[in-house]
């Protein structure tokens, strides 16, 4: 499973962009929430996402109607949509077992960045909430927290205040890692801009 796989994509593109957006040279696009019956035109097209496994997908889907009590075989259900970038589907099998197990860290931290990529920040970061409340050191909670803060909510002070947590809560994880990367876009930002964009220091 690629639990992280959105968050890292995330960072990886959007954190090379950060410094020219915190001086005023470029803008980073917030997701844009696509009315619900376009939801399937807006997708990208198939040929261009990863594999999903039909076969397995509906295995789990027959069991997941079998036991309508299962979190695992929901929360295997969102992580082949998420892997597969296809969060219009892991959304709800996502809620589905937060639904059963609402305090369950891995499914609030996953579905924030669900609802983020779908242009709904404040959802995102109301199950970051619960992950936190769950779990305060979180890697991965506090690594998406911080995307959501400062791509969602340009709160960038936030960002780096999560990022931060991140590399105090799992150092040398791949998710301490991605934070370190959003920590030094943030200085090299407030380096090129000379401090007079007024940004949040990290």
């Keep these: 499973m690629r639990k992280d796989s959105l968050a890292f994509a995330l960072s990886g593109i959007v954190f090379g962009l950060l410094v020219g957006w915190i001086i005023g040279t470029q803008q980073v696009p917030a997701p844009v929430q696509p009315e619900p019956q376009a939801a399937a035109a807006a997708a990208p097209p198939a040929s261009s996402l990863p594999p999903l496994d039909e076969a397995r997908v509906r295995a789990l889907e027959e069991q997941a109607a079998a036991e309508p009590g299962n979190v ?21 099998w996502y809620e589905a077992a937060l639904a059963l197990e609402p ?35 979180h890697a991965t909670a506090l690594l998406n927290q911080g995307i959501i803060r400062a791509f969602g909510k340009q709160d960038l002070q936030g ?8 590399v105090a809560a ?6 301490a890692q991605q934070a370190e990367r959003g920590l030094a876009a943030l200085r090299e930002a407030h380096q090129a801009a000379g401090g007079a964009t007024g940004g949040a220091q990290p």
């Design 72 to 92: 695992q075989v929901r929360l295997e259900l969102a992580d082949l949509y998420f892997d597969a970038e296809r969060y219009v589907q892991a959304g709800p």
């Design 103 to 137: 305090d369950n860290a891995d499914a609030n931290a996953a579905v924030a960045l669900v609802y983020y990529a779908q242009g709904d920040p404040d959802r995102g970061l109301a199950h970051i909430d619960r992950a936190l409340a769950a779990d305060p050191r």
């Design 159 to 166: 960002a780096a205040q999560s990022w931060e947590q991140v």
């Design 170 to 175: 799992a150092p040398g994880t791949v998710q």
